[in-house]
Each structure stands twice: as C-alpha cells, then as structure tokens.
C-alpha cells in the first residue's frame, strides 16, 4: 500500500511565497506519475501541476507561472514551490501517485495539507 504525506501548509500573507513537500513510502521512480492536487471549500478537487517519472511536467493553465512542481527521486520526495500567493488559493492542497499494477492504473492520495491565505 502506497503511502504519501503531505507537509508545509500553512497560513501565508497574500503575496508570500510557500513550499509543499510529499513524502512517499516506496521508490517514485515505480510511480507512472506523481501531482498535487487542490480542493476549496465548496469546490471540486482540481489539479495543480503533474510530474512524470522522466520528469516531463505540466500546470493548469490558470496557475502557470506561480507553481513549480519537482521531484527528488533519491529521497522519495515530490515538492510544489508557490509564489505570489493568492486568497483564492486557500485549499487543501493533496499529493497523488498513479502507479501500473497488473496492467491497470492505481491512483494513491495523501492526507492533504491546508493552505490558508489570508492578512
């Protein structure tokens, strides 16, 4: 059983800056891809950046420019640097892993961590 573990929430004056870390139980080089993923209150849960194993990575469109999403495969960690933060970026931010097992897909969530943005 795959296990992820968000770290690095918090609460953030508008316009700082935050670091998210994802910490996973077994090797992500074995994950088909790793992502953090957002959910606001009232809101569906949507994505923020994805990661590949060979490191390709993309954004929603709406959040380029202020997410960058990395990934240190020596320590089994995935990591989101945000900049410029927003009131509108309050969410749970999770971590997610999607991994072959068999032929299909599995996707894995971690437990999530708030993020507050607020003066």
């Known amino acids: 059983q795959v296990q992820l573990v968000e770290s690095g929430g918090g609460l953030v004056q508008p316009g700082g800056s935050l670091s998210l870390s994802c910490a996973a139980s077994e090797s992500i080089g074995s994950f088909n891809a790793m992502g953090w993923y957002r959910q606001a209150p009232g809101k569906q849960r949507e994505l923020v950046a994805r990661i590949t194993t060979g490191g390709s990575t993309n954004y929603a469109d709406s959040l380029k420019g202020r997410f960058t999403i990395s990934s240190d495969n020596a320590k089994n960690m995935m990591y989101l640097q945000v900049t410029t933060l927003k009131p509108e970026d309050t969410a749970v931010y999770y971590c997610?892993?999607?991994?072959?097992?068999?032929?299909?897909?599995?996707?894995?969530w971690g437990q999530g961590t708030q993020v507050t943005v607020s003066s």
């Open positions: 997610s892993a999607t991994l072959f097992i068999g032929g299909e897909l599995y996707r894995y």
